[in-house]
């Protein structure tokens, strides 16, 4: 399990969270939302060549096949596993749905193989929704030899209606080998889009520079 890299360089990890639950597709059938694939990011990320690491649900991957697709073609970008439908591994863990035990490992191996058709630069990285987690629930993934990956630096972009303070808590906690966690569900982190060029620049004048995270982490 880790939070950052070696704080040596400059690099920096770029991490992007897609989640999707099962009330999040009822959101998008019923028209109450009109999409949970930031694609500005996207845009953005390819426009200015930067690298990134995106944390995809399995629930994510199927619903959008053609930005999954999208992002295993850039060779800047990797993928990683961010369960099947983002419930909760842990107790208390902001209201989601719990997975018993005997199902974590079922639950994370099964969104591998949703991805694996993908391509790309795949890894075995995978992080907890909401970051929860105990020793349970990590010795449940014991076996599927997965690296967990936190993030020391937390963008607070779910829900946020300003883009300004995003850029503060990332540009105020971030150091070479951070991690940092954003997400890419449009509806649910309507301001992220809007802070990232900000971010970008903000890295620039500190001379840190991102990189894939497989990077980050072994730098």
Not at 161 to 166: G, M
């Amino acid at each position: 399990m880790v939070d950052h890299g070696p704080r040596t360089g400059a690099k920096v990890a770029l991490t992007f969270d897609a989640d999707m639950t099962d009330g999040m597709l009822a959101s998008l059938r019923a028209g109450r939302v009109k999409s949970y694939a930031n694609l500005r990011i996207l845009d953005l990320l390819e426009r200015e060549q930067v690298p990134a690491t995106f944390f995809l649900t399995g629930k994510w991957v199927q619903r959008y096949p053609d930005v999954t697709r999208r992002i295993a073609g850039n060779p800047r970008f990797e993928l990683a596993n961010h369960t099947y439908g983002h419930a909760a591994f842990t107790a208390d863990c902001y209201d989601l749905p719990r997975l018993p035990v005997d199902e974590l490992a079922g639950d994370v191996a099964k969104t591998f193989e949703v991805i694996a058709p993908y391509g790309g630069r795949q890894t075995r990285y995978f992080r907890f929704p909401g970051l929860c987690h105990d020793a349970a629930a990590l010795d449940a993934l014991a076996p599927l030899g997965v690296t967990v990956v936190d993030g020391d630096v937390v963008s607070g972009d779910p829900f946020a209606k300003a883009w300004k303070p995003l850029v503060r808590a990332v540009l105020e906690h971030v150091h070479p080998g951070s991690v940092v966690i954003m997400h890419v569900t449009e509806a649910n982190a309507a301001m992220t889009d809007e802070a990232l060029p900000h971010i970008l620049a903000g890295l620039r004048e500190r001379g840190l520079e991102p990189a894939p995270l497989s990077e980050v982490l072994t730098s």
